[in-house]
């Protein structure tokens, strides 16, 4: 079974930058798909993205596009979420999660960081 620690959260003026960390231990991490998620204050979960065992393939969901980039590192058990132009509206707790079944389904995610606070403010 796989644990999560996410890392790299933070206050960020809008069009800033924020690079989030998710450390993986206790199994092989290059056996699971990792994906990214948030949810802001009254706000139901949403699928930020995911990547898959060997970092080939990645999937952003449509509010992120073009500004996030996900990446993993498999030698040092980590995956990251890159954050670019950050708006107002990405402020969440973001969490890093791993499959070892389809990466693209958000219900498919059976293990799940702490979560990390990203706050977009000026």
């Known amino acids: 079974q796989v644990q999560l620690v996410e890392s790299g959260g933070g206050l960020v003026q809008p069009g800033g930058s924020l690079r989030l960390s998710c450390v993986a231990s206790?199994?092989?991490?290059?056996?699971?798909?990792m994906g990214w998620f948030r949810q802001a204050p009254g706000k139901e979960r949403e699928f930020v993205g995911a990547i898959t065992r060997s970092g080939g393939n990645t999937y952003y969901s449509g509010s992120v596009k073009g500004r996030f980039t996900i990446s993993r590192d498999n030698a040092k058990n980590t995956a990251y979420l890159q954050m670019n132009s950050l708006k107002p509206e990405d402020t969440a707790v973001y969490y890093c999660a791993a499959t070892q079944r389809n990466p693209y389904t958000p219900s498919t995610y059976d293990y799940w960081g702490q979560g990390t606070q990203v706050t977009v403010s000026s």
């Open positions: 206790g199994g092989a991490f290059s056996n699971y798909h």
